[in-house]
T-cell receptor, first 113, second 115 residues
Framework: AQSVSQHNHHVILSEAASLELGCNYS??????LFWYVQYPGQHLQLLLK??????LVKGIKGFEAEFIKSKFSFNLRKPSVQWSDTAEYFC???????????FGAGTQVVVTP | GAGVSQSPSNKVTEKGKDVELRCDPI?????LYWYRQRLGQGLEFLIY????????KSGLPSDRFSAERTGESVSTLTIQRTQQEDSAVYLC?????????????FGPGTRLTVL
């Protein structure tokens, strides 16, 4: 079955530490890849997306993600996290031409001061 | 409007009752999506409306679930004869054209609790 897997369900780290969240998908063919974030008390919002072109994409708030087609991966990174990065992060895949998304289970990230 | 709005924000109902959840998308967005998020799980696609095309209902979990959309505006998700496993946050999103690369803008969700 087609799926999106996020490797960690819960991550705790200190401010200034580096963050990497793993995401793998099992779709063949053309895919569009997204990371969405939900800050406490706020709506889900787009962090970054890969549609085509440069596989290293940069998003808001210093986040970036790398699409590695051979590994079916789209890992999210940030070199130095801040307390305000505490949130739940969701990887999502949109296969084909139209926009419905399949989400991973999410990773809750807690950044301690 | 400024964003996607949903109502009610919370709904508590008894098993077996019907519920209606409402979504107002961003004005001008032709695509509208419904997802649900059960506790501790990711978002699960339910249904997708794109313009005047027939909706993609492939994610609806049973025939107790249905949804309608009036033109390119309001959508209503109806759950008949609710069950406890229907308890979840129901999220609505809209996007400009519904293409795969389009950003989806999410509403705040409706938290449904079935007792």
């Amino acid at each position: 079955a087609q799926s999106v897997s996020q490797h960690n369900h819960h991550v705790i780290l200190s401010e200034a530490a580096s963050l990497e969240l793993g995401c793998n998908y099992s779709y063949g063919g053309t895919v569009n890849l997204f990371w969405y974030v939900q800050y406490p008390g706020q709506h889900l919002q787009l962090l970054l997306k890969y549609f085509s072109g440069d596989p290293l994409v940069k998003g808001i708030k210093g986040f970036e993600a790398e699409f590695i087609k051979s590994k079916f991966s789209f890992n999210l990174r940030k070199p130095s996290v801040q307390w305000s990065d505490t949130a739940e992060y969701f990887c999502a895949v949109s296969p084909g031409s139209w926009g419905k998304l399949q989400f991973g289970a999410g990773t809750q990230v807690v950044v301690t001061p | 409007g400024a964003g996607v709005s949903q109502s009610p924000s919370n709904k508590v109902t008894e098993k077996g009752k019907d519920v209606e959840l409402r979504c107002d998308p961003i004005s001008g967005h032709t695509a509208l999506y419904w997802y649900r998020q059960r506790l501790g799980q990711g978002l699960e696609f339910l249904i997708y409306f794109q313009g005047n095309s027939a909706p993609d209902k492939s994610g609806l979990p049973s025939d107790r679930f249905s949804a309608e959309r009036t033109g390119e505006s309001v959508s209503t998700l109806t759950i008949q004869r609710t069950q406890q496993e229907d308890s979840a946050v129901y999220l609505c999103a809209s996007s400009l054209l519904g293409r795969a690369g389009d950003e989806q803008f999410f509403g705040p969700g409706t938290r449904l609790t079935v007792l």
